[in-house]
């Protein structure tokens, strides 16, 4: 028997006290433009308009509010000098593959998909008072004389629901594709490319619109038109980010099994059938919402990747040593799994670093960890093979099982434990593992999160009504057979460690295990806790408790509120703070979880 939700929970936070819609300031008094207004105060000293898009951005939109706006000025397509279409696709085609899902990392940057000459061309066809849009339009700022450069930004998982909708990838004539060949397409390719493109801009643009709001994929009654600031505004707001704590937005996503528990405590829309994820803090994907406290008429937020953080400041975001390490890429990421009242996750692996280096080009895995916000009477967390099994028979089973012959025998091959509020399952890539129903799982892993290599799907078939993807042949590569009962028992299994009890705060180590890159601390208080980043990024989970707030002993930023199951990020260079109660605050007792780059403090104990 599974506990009711209602049951389970205990009073840690009102329904919706969870903030889907956090923001980050921008400097005060900065304005945001809307509207024709906005293009206007663009155009004003220019010659040249260079209004440069992310792959995704809906163009046709996007020229009609430009037409509208400066009606006497010239538009000029810029893909007018791209390569042709064929080319494009017979140079990306290594990257693709034929696989349904993963592809070969590329390394191309937006000038291989152009031509210089017709490039030049085109610098030609520019006249005074012309608009220059798409993707590349950036290009012509060496080639043209008085322009201003207008990046028109879009978050990853806008551009997701786009692509649900039947929009196109870049230059691609497949709105009817597979959404999961859609996805690869850009994260193998476009997406790479066109970070590469948009961080050559951040010094110098001029201006940067929110592309999310333009003809937006699901748009609402009450969307504003989408929002212009200063390209000043933007590196001092993304400056300032980086000394302070924030929060990215989370999206959540349905799932065939997708439970009810962030339906009910975060307070999400009723009519949906189920939520199964939560990216809270996937900053490849998630966004930033800048706000100003301009006023009515030109305050409000302004969508943004906050990639554009990482890419932007990504020293005093990371710390110099993790930024040594991994470059402007943000290792870590939490997530929500949602099983209360669904089904079990597929049965996985994920691939051994020297495989997804050769055979993806992934600098680095996929390990991670479960951490349980709920579980009910009957949760468990598959992990691991039992001791003696027949690898050769259970690789035969699933095999017979992918073909819909008969079920795979999990419980035959696979250990199952009981799963417990507050418990922490390390599970270091290779190692066979699911979460199983009536779980509330936050996932603390490494960032290259599409590289799950399922092995059994218990039957089922995806939202789409398409069997979803299982890679055997990768997963076989990748099972490490000696993690068995025995070896999961003595290294994944009750692995808290107390480090310290200072008057009411007990910190404990947690995980993950040492074959992995993360480290990660819970703290219990009543009152507070102190902590450093210690010269890498923190990224903090609050598990136990309704509300807590955290500050800087030197007043260095103001104080920040967060809430029960809230990520929030505490940027390397803000060095010590305190997370302690608050006034509103009714539990006796707070826990946070951590998480920080093992190795790359300054000091660790």
Same mark, same amino acid.
């Given at each position: 028997?599974?506990?009711?939700?209602?049951?389970?929970?205990?009073?840690?936070?009102?329904?919706?006290?969870?903030?889907?819609?956090?923001?980050?300031?921008?400097?005060?008094?900065?304005?945001?433009?809307? !509207? #024709?207004?906005?293009?206007?105060?663009?155009?004003?000293?220019?010659?040249?308009?260079?209004?440069?898009?992310?792959?995704?951005?809906?163009?046709?939109?996007l020229t009609a509010q430009l037409r509208d706006?400066?009606?006497?000025?010239?538009?000029?397509?810029?893909?007018?000098?791209?390569?042709?279409?064929?080319?494009?696709?017979?140079?990306?085609?290594?990257?693709?593959?034929?696989?349904?899902?993963?592809?070969?990392? #590329?390394?191309?940057?937006?000038?291989?998909?152009?031509?210089?000459?017709?490039?030049?061309?085109?610098?030609?066809?520019?006249?005074?008072?012309?608009?220059?849009?798409?993707?590349?339009?950036?290009?012509?700022?060496?080639?043209?004389?008085?322009?201003?450069?207008?990046?028109?930004?879009?978050?990853?998982?806008?551009?997701?629901?786009?692509?649900?909708?039947?929009?196109?990838?870049?230059?691609?004539?497949?709105?009817?594709?597979?959404?999961?060949?859609?996805?690869?397409? !850009?994260?193998?390719?476009?997406?790479?490319?066109?970070?590469?493109?948009?961080?050559?801009?951040?010094?110098?643009?001029?201006?940067?619109?929110?592309?999310?709001?333009?003809?937006?994929?699901?748009?609402?009654?009450?969307?504003?038109?989408?929002?212009?600031?200063?390209?000043?505004?933007?590196?001092?707001?993304?400056?300032?980010?980086?000394?302070?704590?924030?929060?990215?937005?989370?999206?959540?996503?349905?799932?065939?099994? !997708?439970?009810?528990?962030?339906?009910?405590?975060?307070?999400? +829309?009723?009519?949906?059938?189920?939520?199964?994820?939560?990216?809270?803090?996937?900053?490849?994907?998630? #966004?930033?919402?800048? /706000?100003?406290?301009?006023?009515?008429? /030109?305050?409000?937020?302004?969508?943004?990747?906050?990639?554009?953080?990482?890419?932007?400041?990504?020293? +005093?975001?990371? !710390?110099?040593?993790?930024?040594?390490?991994?470059?402007?890429?943000?290792?870590?990421?939490?997530?929500?799994?949602?099983?209360?009242?669904?089904?079990?996750?597929?049965?996985?692996?994920?691939?051994?670093?020297?495989?997804?280096?050769?055979?993806?080009?992934?600098?680095?895995?996929?390990?991670?960890?479960?951490?349980?916000?709920?579980?009910?009477? +009957?949760?468990?967390v598959y992990l691991g093979t039992k001791n003696?099994?027949?690898?050769?028979?259970?690789?035969?089973?699933?095999?017979?099982?992918?073909?819909?012959?008969?079920?795979?025998?999990?419980?035959?091959?696979?250990?199952?434990?009981?799963?417990?509020?507050?418990?922490?399952?390390?599970?270091?890539?290779?190692?066979?593992?699911?979460?199983?129903?009536?779980?509330?799982?936050?996932?603390?892993?490494?960032?290259?999160?599409?590289?799950?290599f399922k092995l059994w799907d218990w039957g089922?078939?995806?939202?789409?009504?398409?069997?979803?993807?299982?890679?055997?042949?990768?997963?076989?590569?990748?099972?490490?057979?000696?993690?068995?009962?025995?070896?999961?028992?003595?290294?994944?299994?009750?692995?808290?460690?107390?480090? #310290?009890?200072?008057?009411?705060?007990? /910190?404990?180590?947690?995980?993950?295990?040492?074959?992995?890159?993360?480290?990660?601390?819970?703290?219990?208080?009543?009152?507070?806790?102190?902590?450093?980043?210690?010269?890498?990024?923190?990224?903090?989970?609050?598990?136990?408790?309704?509300?807590?707030?955290?500050?800087?002993?030197?007043?260095?930023?103001?104080?920040?509120?967060?809430?029960?199951?809230?990520?929030?990020?505490?940027?390397?260079?803000?060095?010590?703070?305190?997370?302690?109660?608050?006034?509103?605050?009714?539990?006796?007792?707070?826990?946070?979880?951590?998480?920080?780059?093992?190795?790359?403090?300054?000091?660790?104990?």
């Amino acid at each position: 028997m599974s506990t009711p939700i209602s049951d389970m929970h205990e009073g840690h936070t009102e329904r919706g006290r969870y903030d889907t819609q956090p923001t980050v300031p921008l400097p005060s008094g900065e304005r945001i433009l809307r !509207g #024709s207004a906005a293009w206007q105060t663009a155009a004003q000293n220019a010659t040249t308009l260079l209004v440069d898009t992310y792959p995704g951005v809906n163009i046709p939109a996007l020229t009609a509010q430009l037409r509208d706006a400066l009606p006497d000025w010239t538009i000029v397509d810029v893909e007018d000098a791209a390569r042709p279409v064929v080319e494009i696709e017979q140079l990306i085609a290594p990257n693709l593959t034929d696989d349904r899902v993963f592809g070969v990392m #590329s390394h191309f940057t937006l000038t291989d998909f152009y031509d210089a000459g017709r490039l030049d061309k085109l610098a030609g066809r520019v006249t005074d008072r012309t608009i220059v849009v798409g993707w590349g339009a950036g290009l012509l700022a060496d080639r043209v004389e008085r322009s201003t450069t207008v990046l028109v930004d879009m978050a990853r998982w806008e551009i997701q629901l786009r692509l649900r909708a039947g929009a196109t990838n870049w230059r691609a004539d497949n709105a009817d594709e597979d959404i999961l060949r859609k996805y690869k397409r !850009g994260f193998f390719v476009e997406w790479r490319v066109a970070d590469r493109h948009k961080r050559s801009l951040f010094d110098t643009l001029d201006f940067v619109v929110d592309g999310n709001a333009i003809a937006p994929a699901e748009p609402h009654a009450d969307s504003p038109e989408a929002g212009m600031i200063t390209g000043d505004a933007f590196r001092i707001a993304l400056q300032d980010a980086a000394t302070r704590p924030f929060r990215v937005v989370p999206f959540f996503d349905p799932g065939v099994w !997708g439970g009810q528990w962030m339906k009910s405590l975060i307070g999400l +829309d009723p009519s949906k059938d189920n939520y199964a994820w939560c990216f809270d803090c996937v900053p490849e994907e998630n #966004s930033l919402l800048l /706000e100003s406290d301009a006023g009515a008429d /030109e305050g409000g937020v302004i969508e943004i990747p906050s990639l554009d953080l990482v890419f932007a400041q990504p020293v +005093d975001l990371l !710390g110099a040593k993790t930024f040594a390490r991994f470059g402007a890429e943000f290792p870590i990421r939490f997530d929500f799994l949602d099983t209360m009242d669904g089904g079990n996750l597929s049965l996985q692996v994920h691939p051994l670093t020297d495989y997804i280096q050769n055979t993806f080009g992934m600098a680095y895995t996929q390990d991670e960890s479960y951490y349980l916000l709920d579980a009910g009477d +009957d949760a468990v967390v598959y992990l691991g093979t039992k001791n003696g099994i027949d690898q050769d028979a259970m690789l035969a089973d699933l095999a017979t099982a992918q073909q819909g012959e008969t079920p795979f025998p999990a419980e035959k091959y696979i250990n199952s434990y009981p799963a417990r509020k507050h418990d922490h399952f390390a599970i270091p890539s290779g190692t066979i593992h699911c979460s199983g129903a009536n779980s509330m799982v936050l996932e603390i892993s490494a960032t290259p999160f599409i590289f799950t290599f399922k092995l059994w799907d218990w039957g089922r078939v995806g939202l789409d009504g398409i069997p979803r993807p299982v890679h055997l042949d990768h997963g076989a590569r990748n099972i490490q057979w000696d993690r068995d009962t025995d070896w999961v028992n003595e290294n994944l299994i009750d692995q808290v460690e107390e480090i #310290s009890r200072t008057g009411d705060t007990i /910190e404990e180590r947690t995980g993950l295990h040492a074959l992995e890159f993360i480290e990660t601390r819970r703290h219990w208080f009543t009152q507070g806790a102190d902590h450093d980043t210690d010269g890498t990024v923190n990224v903090i989970n609050l598990v136990e408790g309704d509300e807590a707030r955290v500050i800087s002993p030197t007043e260095a930023f103001e104080p920040f509120i967060v809430h029960y199951a809230e990520t929030f990020i505490i940027p390397a260079s803000v060095g010590a703070y305190r997370i302690e109660r608050t006034e509103q605050t009714r539990s006796d007792r707070l826990a946070t979880v951590k998480a920080y780059v093992r190795g790359s403090r300054t000091t660790d104990n």
